[in-house]
């Protein structure tokens, strides 16, 4: 039986994470950083509505869907794969799972919940979006990361794959 579809498999959870960690990349450089450069109920009100859009977006679903096509092919990866090329597409999913999809459900999204209640023009608001620009960034960060490694581990699956012979 040929595996031939795995290493197409590899290259595209890498491209897809890499996609998603150049988004994630690009808002901390210089959205939020722009957004934080503005009156603060201007920057709140952009973000309300940009929280409001990236929800129905293919991005979001990238996020999921790597999650869980990422754990399922590791799993799929114990049954045929050995060596270095299994460690890799193990390892992807535990880098991916904390450092991008946890991050983005129990960091970045409450945070983002949090703002969306709060009256844009409002003291409490304003109190709130400087601590919010520099968490909500911080968290970025590490999700940009998570991406990052998570496409470099793909890539290097899909290079151990064809080295060792295995597809």
């Known amino acids: 039986m040929t595996y031939e579809w795995t290493l197409y498999f590899c290259l595209f959870l890498a491209l897809w994470s890499a996609v998603i960690g150049g988004v994630f990349s690009a808002f901390s450089?210089?959205?939020?950083?722009g957004l934080l450069r503005t009156a603060p109920a201007g920057g709140i009100e952009a973000m309300q509505h940009i929280n409001r859009t990236v929800?129905?977006?293919q991005?979001?679903?990238?996020?999921?869907?790597i999650a869980l096509f990422s754990v399922l092919f590791a799993l799929y990866s114990t049954t045929i794969f050995?060596?270095?090329a299994?460690?890799?597409l193990i390892l992807a999913p535990i880098v991916y799972l904390p450092m991008v999809f946890f991050m983005t459900i129990f960091g970045n999204v409450p945070m983002n919940n949090k703002l969306e209640r709060l009256d844009h023009t409002t003291s409490e608001a304003?109190?709130?979006w400087v601590k919010y620009?520099?968490?909500?960034?911080?968290l970025n960060h590490i999700r940009t990361l998570g991406s990052v490694l998570t496409a470099g581990l793909y890539i290097i699956a899909a290079i151990t794959l064809i080295t060792s012979g295995q597809v």
């Open 29 to 33: 450089e210089f959205v939020m950083s």
């Open 55 to 57: 929800i129905k977006t």
């Open 59 to 65: 991005f979001v679903a990238g996020i999921l869907s």
């Open 82 to 84: 050995e060596g270095a």
């Open 86 to 88: 299994l460690v890799t």
């Open 126 to 128: 304003e109190a709130y």
């Open 133 to 138: 620009g520099r968490d909500w960034t911080r």
